[in-house]
């Protein structure tokens, strides 16, 4: 079965430390990208950082790094000295092809709502 | 550019009551699709679509149907509301030519079933 799994449904992180988000996922397809979202509580989807599954390196934008380990199906996030407007929910997403149709479809987990603290 | 346009931004329903939550994009994005948020689950897919005319199931389609007659509309329509679908429905679109372009989100719509 195809599945994002994200078990941490709260984390604290303190201000300017780093934290780690988990994700994991399921899938039989060799060929998918893996998503991070950030959704404020003003309710926006923010689009984080992208990693292929045939990507070599671990992707990384800014303060946001993706630990990405193919052989355990994780896709973890990192980031780096937190800053108070990180406080948001963060859902992991996959993007898997979808043979009938020839296109592709989006799954996503359940998210971990994070509170950094001053 | 406005990006992914959805309304309404707010719907309350009575149960059995039929609606339909309107999406539109101005990117000339071939994918779309729709998802329902509710606390605890995440994001859930309802429908998408690879372009128009095309559409497919996602992991919660019932109670729930679409259309795709044009690349910039993308309907979602509730035949008969129930308490059940009360939830956040975003709809969101992306360029489906290359793999790594990340969902583009409307604003959602907050649906109340009563």
């Known amino acids: 079965a195809q599945k994002i799994t994200q078990t941490q449904p709260g984390m604290f992180v303190q201000e300017k430390e780093a934290v780690t988000l988990d994700c994991t996922y399921d899938?039989?397809?060799?060929?998918?990208?893996l998503f991070w979202y950030k959704q404020p509580s003003s309710g926006e989807m923010i689009f984080l950082i992208y990693?292929?599954?045939?990507?070599?390196q671990n992707a990384t934008e800014g303060r946001y790094s993706l630990n990405f380990q193919k052989a355990r199906k994780s896709a973890n996030l990192v980031i780096s000295a937190s800053q108070l407007g990180d406080s948001a929910m963060y859902f992991c997403a996959m993007r898997l092809t979808r043979a009938s149709t020839g296109g592709f479809k989006t799954i996503f987990g359940a998210g971990t709502r994070l509170f950094v603290k001053a | 550019n406005a990006g992914v346009t959805q309304t309404p931004k707010f719907q309350v329903l009575k149960t059995g009551q039929s609606m339909t939550l309107q999406c539109a994009q101005d990117m000339n994005h071939e994918y779309m699709s729709w998802y329902r948020q509710d606390p605890g689950m995440g994001l859930r897919l309802i429908h998408y679509s690879v372009g128009a005319g095309i559409t497919d199931q996602g992991e919660v389609p019932n109670g729930y149907n679409v259309s795709r007659s044009t690349t910039e509309d993308f309907p979602l329509r509730l035949l008969s509301a129930a308490p059940s679908q009360t939830s956040v429905y975003f709809c969101a679109s992306s360029n489906a030519g290359t793999r790594r372009t990340p969902l583009h989100f409307g604003n959602g719509t907050r649906l109340t079933v009563t």
């Open positions: 899938t039989s397809d060799p060929s998918y990208g």
């Open positions: 990693q292929g599954s045939y990507d070599q």
